[in-house]
C-alpha cells in the first residue's frame, strides 16, 4: 500500500462545477496535510494546508480532513479553466519524519471552458 | 513565504560529467530540501541539506552520487555526479515556512541527459 494515494485521474469537469480531489494516507499518526498545485512546466505550489478535523476554506477552496478515516480531500468550487494543473496531496507526521513530506503521485484536472 | 531562486534553470549534459545546482534563499531558513521529480511522476525527496553538518539523505540516495552543501542558512547545492540518462529529471529545492511544517519550492531545474 502506498504511503499517500490519490484519485488516479485525470479528472475532467466543466467549468463552474466543482472539483473534488480525494487523498488518503496510511500512517495514522500524520498531523499535517497539504495540498500544492502544480501546472505544467512550474514548480508545486501550497493552496493549502489542514492540521485538525473538518473543513477549512480559502476563497473557492475547500480542505476537508476526516483524520479517522485517513482522508483527505479539496474542493474547487466554481471551478475555472485556470484551475487546469495536476493537484499533489503532501502528508506529514512530525514525529516521526520531522518536516519531511511524503507525496501522493498526483491528481490531473481539467476544467473545460 | 520565502522567495526561492535555482541556478541553473535548466541544462543539457553529457552521460558521465556531473552538474552542481544552486538554491538561494532570500531569507534565513531552518530547513532546505531537495527532491527529485521524474517526468510524468511525482516528488521523491533525495535529502535535507543541513546547515554546517552532512546532508541526511533518503533511502536510495548516496552522498557519492548526489553531495550537498548548506554553507548558510540562505544557500545550498546539489551535484548530480557521474549522470547518466537515468538522472534526467526535474530537480527542486524546498523551505520550511513559518507556518509549521510547509514548505516552498524553488523554480526547480530541468536535467536532460544525453
Known amino acids: 500500500q502506498k504511503e499517500v494515494e490519490q484519485n488516479s485521474g485525470p479528472l475532467s469537469v466543466p467549468e463552474g462545477a466543482i472539483a473534488s480531489l480525494n487523498c488518503t494516507y496510511s500512517?495514522?499518526?500524520?498531523?499535517?496535510f497539504f495540498w500544492y498545485r502544480q501546472y505544467s512546466g512550474k514548480s508545486p505550489e501550497l493552496i493549502m494546508f489542514i492540521y485538525s478535523n473538518g473543513d477549512k476554506e480559502d476563497g473557492r477552496f475547500t480542505a476537508q480532513l476526516n483524520k479517522a478515516s485517513q482522508y483527505v480531500s479539496l474542493l474547487i468550487r466554481d471551478s475555472q479553466p485556470s484551475d487546469s494543473a495536476t493537484y499533489l496531496c503532501?502528508?506529514?507526521?512530525?514525529?516521526?519524519?520531522?518536516?519531511?513530506?511524503?507525496f501522493g503521485e498526483g491528481t490531473q484536472l481539467t476544467v473545460n471552458p | 513565504s520565502a522567495v526561492i531562486s535555482q541556478k541553473p534553470s535548466r541544462d543539457i549534459c553529457q552521460r558521465g560529467t556531473s552538474l552542481t545546482i544552486q538554491c538561494q534563499v532570500d531569507?534565513?531558513?531552518?530547513?532546505m530540501f531537495w527532491y527529485r521529480q521524474q517526468p510524468g511522476q511525482s516528488l521523491t525527496l533525495i535529502a535535507t541539506?543541513?546547515?554546517?553538518?552532512?546532508?541526511?539523505?533518503e533511502s536510495g540516495f548516496v552522498i557519492d552520487k548526489f553531495p550537498i552543501s548548506r554553507p548558510n542558512l540562505t544557500f545550498s547545492t546539489l551535484t548530480v555526479s557521474n549522470m547518466s540518462p537515468e538522472d534526467s529529471s526535474i530537480y527542486l529545492c524546498?523551505?520550511?515556512?513559518?507556518?509549521?511544517?510547509?514548505?516552498?519550492f524553488g523554480p526547480g531545474t530541468r536535467l536532460l541527459v544525453l
Open positions: 500512517d495514522r499518526g500524520s498531523q499535517s
Open positions: 541539506a543541513n546547515q554546517g553538518s552532512e546532508a541526511t539523505y
Open positions: 531569507s534565513q531558513v531552518t530547513m
Open positions: 524546498s523551505v520550511v515556512g513559518h507556518t509549521k511544517e510547509t514548505q516552498y
Open positions: 503532501a502528508v506529514n507526521n512530525a514525529e516521526t519524519s520531522g518536516s519531511r513530506l511524503t
